[in-house]
């Protein structure tokens, strides 16, 4: 029962997101972002919803959603760790935040908590150099991190994720 | 018109791909993504030629470069060779298992490479896709990207559009996708399909949905007749034969 209600909830929370725009084949992309932002993921009845509202075939909009790197097809954290590894954070030991961070919350690149609080991603490059190594929480960026200064924001992210369900 | 290629004077007409002018002029140029009735992708780059447009040499894929001036063709320099050989190399590097790819590698004399998987045999060349958009069933396309690209249906699951007609493994040039026949069921991308039989000689020949589909696009404009491709022939040449010239 509490899964069906969910289920509609979600669905019309998608009807709502894809009847913003014009049911043309041009708007996939910005239909999927939104998407993506709404529900960390693009869920399958998301997709094919968008799909049958710009009358588009269902193989080409999953091979948009799978072309793009900000598209998940599984579900995200709310909490997205991006860690530069490009050159520069490279050379500053992003390597060595990497495996802090598998040792603190055991995900890999990739990867998401089984509670759903973060995921882990690496970028090439943030053009903040300067910062290195740099990590970007969400839309939060970290300077300078030290294996010290990421438990501490593991930890004030986590809180913030809870700020965020208060308020709903 | 006039173009030159391999020295050869053609009249091409006005837009029309050099590809499509070297082939009515009888000149070869390797591809492996073209086939006339799709037109050109412009996909495997086999078909990359030098164009000398008056003093302006450039490198161009033939079967998606229109003709509009007076150009000068060249379809097989030196560097077009090489680049060739690479093509070859990478796609045989990444797709060896099929006898396609290997005659290639051969023949164009290419190094030797590390496969990445010796049971691949898919070179990417999306004839099966553009296939399956023609049928007009839009049931496969291409999936990811870069090294990790693939042909599948959506979520890897058996596709509501899928008719079965199995164009995309007719297409393939090199076998990469599996028709599985038997018991009168035929199964292709995750998805088994019941086949009719010809009223005649009694083989299975399609699957009911594509017979489905074929009265839907010819506006049920069709004989209701269950007929193999051969045995169709047969009855045509007996109907044509009524008809005697006196």
Redesign the interface.
């Known amino acids: 029962m509490a899964v069906n209600s969910e289920q509609t909830a979600d669905r019309k929370a998608m009807g709502k997101i894809i009847n913003r725009y014009p049911p043309e084949r041009r708007y996939i992309l910005a239909i999927m972002q939104d998407l993506q932002k709404q529900f960390n993921y693009l869920p ?1 009845d998301a ?1 094919q919803m968008t799909a049958e509202y710009v009358n588009t ?7 948009m959603a ?2 793009y790197k900000a598209f998940s097809l599984v579900p995200k954290g709310r909490v997205v760790l991006k860690t530069c590894d490009g050159t520069a954070c490279h050379i500053k030991g992003s390597n060595i935040i990497i495996d802090e961070i598998y040792k603190t919350l055991g995900i890999r690149p990739g990867e998401t908590t089984a509670d759903g609080d973060f995921s882990l991603e690496t970028v090439n490059c943030l053009g903040a150099c300067a910062l290195a190594p740099v990590l970007v929480a969400n839309d939060r960026v970290y300077p300078k991190v030290t294996p010290a200064s990421l438990r501490e924001i593991i930890e004030e992210n986590r809180g913030r994720r809870d700020e965020s369900t208060e308020r709903e | 018109m006039k173009v030159t290629i391999d020295g050869k004077k053609i009249e091409a007409k006005l837009g029309e791909t050099i590809l499509e002018a070297a082939v009515r002029a009888g000149v070869e140029i390797p591809n492996l993504c073209y086939i006339e009735a799709f037109g050109g992708q412009g996909v495997c780059r086999m078909c990359m030629v030098e164009v000398k447009d008056g003093e302006q040499k450039r490198l161009v894929a033939s079967c998606t470069y229109p003709i509009t001036g007076e150009i000068e063709v060249q379809t097989n320099t030196p560097e077009l060779q090489e680049i060739r050989r690479n093509i070859i190399t990478l796609l045989y590097r990444r797709a060896p298992n099929s006898d396609f790819m290997k005659k290639l590698y051969q023949e164009y004399v290419c190094p030797a490479v590390e496969v990445v998987d010796p049971a691949e045999k898919c070179i990417m060349c999306r004839l099966c896709v553009k296939a399956c958009e023609k049928v007009g069933a839009f049931a496969i396309s291409t999936i990811m990207r870069g090294t990790e690209k693939r042909v599948a249906t959506p979520f890897d699951e058996a596709s509501p559009s899928c008719i079965g007609c199995g164009a995309c493994a007719e297409i393939c040039p090199t076998g990469a996708i599996t028709v599985k026949e038997e018991n009168g069921k035929q199964e292709i991308w995750h998805k088994s399909f019941e086949m009719s039989r010809c009223e005649i000689c009694g083989n299975y020949y399609s699957t009911l949905p594509v017979k489905e589909h074929v009265k839907e696009q010819l506006d049920n404009e069709v004989s209701g007749e269950n007929l193999c491709p051969s045995c169709r022939r047969k009855k045509l040449a007996g109907d044509l034969a009524k008809f005697s010239i006196k």
Not at chain 1, 57 to 63: C, G, T
């Open positions: 399958k997709l075939p269902m193989s080409v909009v999953y091979s799978t072309f």
